[in-house]
C-alpha cells in the first residue's frame, strides 16, 4: 500500500529496475508523507560524491502554523542506500537515456520508504502502443465479465 504515487511513470517510462531507499526527512514532513500531501510528478534522483539525492519531491507542510517559515517544501532530500547500490545506480544512470526517478513512497514498519526506479524514456509511439493494449486489455475483462 503506497501513500503517494507517481501517476504517469508507466506511461512516460520504461521502468528496468526498482529499488527501496530510505528518506532522510524532518518530523513534520513524515508526518505530510503519512497524510499523502506530496507530489512526485517531475522529481528525479542524482547521485553526487557516493551519496544519492532525490530533487523535486514536493511536500506540502502538514500544519501551517507548526511549520517553520524557512521550510523549503521542494528541498533537496537524501536517500539511504547502500554504497554498492549507489555505485550500480550510478554506472547505470550515466548509460545513454537512463534516468533514475522515485515512484511511491509507501511504509514499512515504522518507516517510510521511496521506491526509485532505473527508466528510459519513451518515445510518443510507445506512449500510443501502452494505452492501445491497456483500452484491448480492458476490454476483454470487460466482455468476459458479461
Known sequence: MSLVKHKKAHLDYEILERFEAGLQLLGFET????????KLE?????VRGGEAFVIGVHISPY???NT????????????????K?????ATKAEAAGMS???LAVFPKGKYL??????????KKYDKRETIKKRDVERS??????Y
Open 68 to 83: 517553520p517559515e524557512s521550510y523549503d517544501p521542494d528541498r533537496t532530500r537524501k536517500l539511504l542506500l547502500s554504497k
Open 31 to 38: 508526518k505530510a508523507l503519512r497524510a499523502g500531501h506530496a
Open 85 to 89: 547500490e549507489i555505485r550500480y545506480l
Open 42 to 46: 517531475g522529481a528525479r534522483v542524482i
Open 63 to 65: 500544519q501551517l502554523g
Open 140 to 145: 476483454m475483462r470487460r466482455d468476459i465479465s
Open 100 to 102: 533514475i526517478i522515485p
Open 113 to 122: 520508504k521511496l521506491e526509485v526506479a532505473l527508466v528510459r524514456g519513451k
